[in-house]
């Protein structure tokens, strides 16, 4: 038998062996679109703050007011940890998702694992698709629900799947996907998934992790990918976002109806079992959704998504079906997708080198991520040191 000591060092030789050893990279600062590394600033493409709205003054400002109110939530929601700007936030976020109701949970993971676990468990099926976030797929896993997974995307396969637990049991069926997928940038095919749930009386989870604040429907324009695939509370009755990611900040919540809410603020035990989120942080995410809801934001990053796509696809550079703000370019390869990584950041721009386990094997990809901050200046550069990068690396583009 090993020791602790023997194991910790032969599994990190392993990590460095297979070029997947993650590491920190340290900012001191992140004045949207810039972080500043090492005393440079670059221009980042590899945050999630699609909106600009982490640096944005008045959710600052916000958020500094916020603090008066207390710098921590002192317990958690349900004892000592609730204040009236939680309250403020739920409504906003109900209003914002077109649903009944919304509960805050300390991050999205926590969520996606407290409502799984609070829905479904032992004798109950949870099915997935096969490139779902790591918190759905850890949230089904927990559960002890019984774990059916489909290839992405696959709506056939999925229906083998809803089949085979109806078959199998006249219990509950959860349907958790992410709306957008987070590596690869494309949308689930969310209204024939709604149709498939309705046929074999499946209820549908929709990670909108980010689909929040980018897209939605004429109605709830924020709301995100269900509400863009034209599904209400009835057909997506189960709706997870995260306050990290357009929002700017941190936290997450679901989003449903009220006997819904009411069920997680007693079932969810990531809900029950921890400290509630800073009211700062709350009041910062109330004004980001106030300011998410108004134009240009949206706008904006919508034309530098086209923008980006169409100058890419002119140079040949090898684009995923994704219309959202990520924008994953596979190369296979971590070594080379590492290589290109830090080139880039030599010439000024920091982009995500994206390898498994976070990715399938032998999809290793630079994902480049656009915010509405971006200028279209900065994208061209992008795309150049990008051309020169790959050229260098012997890319074929
Ligand atoms: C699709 C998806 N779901 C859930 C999460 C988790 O959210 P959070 O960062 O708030 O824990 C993320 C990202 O981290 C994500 O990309």
Not at 3 to 11: A, D, H, I, K, W
Not at 109 to 118: E, F, R
Request: neutral net charge.
């Amino acid at each position: 038998m090993s020791s602790l000591q023997e194991f910790l060092n032969t599994r990190l030789a392993d990590r460095r062996a297979q070029q997947l050893y993650r590491q920190h990279k340290i900012l001191a600062a992140a004045p949207g679109p810039l972080a500043v590394v090492d005393g440079r600033e670059l221009i980042t493409f590899s945050s999630n703050d699609y909106l600009g709205l982490a640096s944005h003054p008045e959710v600052i400002a916000a958020q500094q007011r916020g603090a008066l109110l207390g710098a921590g939530a002192t317990a958690s929601h349900l004892v000592n940890g609730h204040f009236d700007i939680h309250q403020q936030l739920q409504h906003k976020i109900a209003e914002v998702t077109g649903r009944e109701a919304a509960l805050l949970f300390g991050s999205g993971y926590m969520a996606n694992v407290g409502a799984i676990n609070a829905l479904v468990g032992r004798g109950d099926f949870v099915v997935q698709d096969k490139l779902n976030h790591a918190s759905l797929i850890d949230g089904g896993r927990i559960s002890g629900a019984q774990y059916l997974r489909f290839a992405h995307n696959d709506l056939h396969g999925l229906e083998r799947q809803l089949r085979r637990a109806r078959e199998k049991s006249d219990g509950k069926i959860l349907l958790a996907v992410d709306g957008v997928y987070s590596m690869d940038g494309d949308t689930a095919h969310l209204a024939e998934m709604a149709a498939l749930c309705d046929r074999f009386d499946a209820w549908l989870m929709v990670d909108e992790a980010h689909g929040f604040g980018v897209m939605g429907s004429d109605a709830f324009p924020c709301a995100g990918s269900a509400a863009a695939a034209g599904l209400d509370q009835q057909s997506a009755p189960i709706v997870m976002g995260t306050l990290g990611k357009a929002a700017g900040n941190g936290g997450a919540f679901i989003a449903g109806s009220q006997a819904l809410i009411d069920y997680l603020t007693q079932f969810a035990r990531t809900y029950i079992y921890t400290t509630g989120m800073p009211p700062a942080v709350a009041a910062g995410c109330l004004r980001a959704l106030e300011l998410m809801q108004q134009e240009p934001l949206r706008e904006t990053l919508q034309q530098r998504i086209a923008y980006f796509r169409q100058r890419a696809t002119a140079l040949a550079l090898p684009l995923e079906n994704s219309t959202s703000a990520i924008q994953p370019l596979v190369l296979g390869c971590e070594k080379t997708v590492l290589g290109v990584a830090e080139q880039l950041q030599q010439a000024g721009y920091l982009v995500g080198a994206i390898r498994p386990p976070t990715v399938p094997a032998g999809t290793a990809r630079l994902r480049i991520t656009l915010s509405a901050t971006h200028s279209q200046a900065q994208i061209d550069g992008l795309l150049q040191a990008l051309v020169a990068a790959l050229k260098s690396s012997e890319v074929a583009v």
